[in-house]
């Protein structure tokens, strides 16, 4: 399987704390692209990290990729409760089409 | 971005009948692609579905189960037939917005088969 790996699988914070997770991936990548899911419902598109590209910010994200690693983190600052979701990284493989694979995702829960 | 709406939104079916789903963008676009999503689990491609071209189908996913239709740039139609429980789960379109860039996916559609 090409799928990715995702660690944690579940991360349970306090509102304010920032919360890390960790994407790994197989093989060369166009790019890398992170995504939100609440409640099994449609997936919200975060943030896209090209392969040249080592880190990149939206908002409270951080995004980094390490291509040498085939690993990228997502971070999200100062959490709170709306970020309760499932985190999901999806790497566009080289000559794959632009089909997307997914990772195993993160379950984060921000409690107050 | 594309703005991409799903129907049904859910539906509950029984084992042995089949299921149309229907996925519309509000622009025109070259490639659309097929997810499902399994209880508690992550997305797995169904197929990739290129107006003008027949679908393309991953491994374990066969066009009998999955036909799909992609009559024009803006609409496709994904079949799950002859179902059974386990064809229960979340099925999810998404566009591309061009080779080696951000897909938006759709709501989704959450399939409970008894």
């Known amino acids: 399987s090409q799928q990715g790996e995702e660690d944690p699988q579940a991360l349970s914070i306090q509102e304010g704390e920032n919360a890390t997770m960790n994407c790994s991936y197989k093989?060369?990548?166009?790019?890398l692209q992170w995504y939100r899911q609440n409640s099994g419902r449609g997936l919200v598109h975060l943030i896209l990290?090209?392969?040249?590209?080592r880190e990149k910010h939206s908002g409270r994200l951080r995004v980094t990729l390490d291509t040498s690693k085939k690993s990228s983190s997502l971070l999200i600052t100062a959490s709170r409760a709306a970020d309760t979701a499932s985190y999901f990284c999806?790497?566009?493989?080289?000559?794959?089409?632009?089909?997307?694979?997914f990772g195993t995702g993160t379950q984060l829960k921000v409690e107050l | 971005s594309a703005v991409i709406s799903q129907k049904p939104s859910r539906d509950i079916c029984q084992r042995g009948t089949s299921l149309t789903i229907q996925c519309q963008v509000d622009?025109?676009?070259?490639?659309m692609f097929w997810y499902r999503q399994q209880p508690g689990q992550s997305l797995t491609l169904i197929a990739t579905?290129?107006?003008?071209?027949?679908?393309?189908?991953e491994s374990g996913f066969v066009i009998d189960k999955f036909p799909i239709s992609r009559p024009n740039l803006t609409f496709s139609t994904l079949t799950v037939s002859n179902m059974s429980p386990e064809d229960s789960s979340i099925y999810l379109c998404?566009?591309?917005?061009?080779?080696?860039?951000?897909?938006?996916f759709g709501p989704g559609t959450r399939l409970l088969v008894l």
């Open positions: 622009s025109q676009v070259t490639m």
């Open positions: 093989t060369s990548i166009n790019n």
């Open positions: 579905a290129n107006q003008g071209s027949e679908a393309t189908y």
């Open positions: 998404s566009v591309g917005a061009g080779a080696k860039e951000t897909q938006y």
């Open positions: 990290i090209r392969s040249n590209e």
């Open positions: 999806a790497t566009d493989l080289t000559g794959g089409g632009n089909k997307l694979t």
